[in-house]
């Protein structure tokens, strides 16, 4: 099963700014839309942002403007740009093949994002 390696969290003050990194292993990374989601404790997991095969990006209405998704199919890694991060923004977040194919990918342990003064 491919699995998702996400590094780059960490604490930042409101208005900071992060880059999230995703390593995938397997050879069908440059198959599936990928995707970034993000679990607050006692929630659901929610998508944030999907970028195809061929670079298109949707975002989740709360990100819009402020994140940017990206991939390097050559490095098998997607990237989650963060700017102006808000107290909201706090949550893990996970790399994961875009709906509906997140069942193919196993869930990595996630990033922690903390956004606070």
């Known amino acids: 099963q491919v699995q998702f390696v996400e590094s780059g969290g960490g604490l930042v003050q409101p208005g900071g700014s992060l880059r999230l990194s995703c390593a995938v292993s397997?050879?069908?990374?440059?198959?599936?839309?990928m995707a970034w989601y993000r679990q607050v404790p006692g929630k659901q997991r929610e998508l944030v942002a999907r970028?195809?095969?061929?670079?298109?990006?949707i975002y989740a209405n709360s990100v819009t403007g402020r994140f940017t998704i990206s991939r390097d199919n050559a490095k098998n890694t997607v990237y989650l740009q963060m700017d102006n991060l808000k107290p909201e923004d706090t949550a893990v977040y996970y790399c994961?093949?875009?709906?509906?194919?997140?069942?193919?990918?196993?869930w990595g342990q996630g990033t922690q994002v903390t956004v606070s003064s």
């Open positions: 970028v195809s095969l061929d670079g298109t990006t």
């Open positions: 994961n093949f875009a709906p509906p194919y997140e069942s193919r990918g196993a």
């Open positions: 397997g050879n069908i990374f440059n198959i599936y839309s």
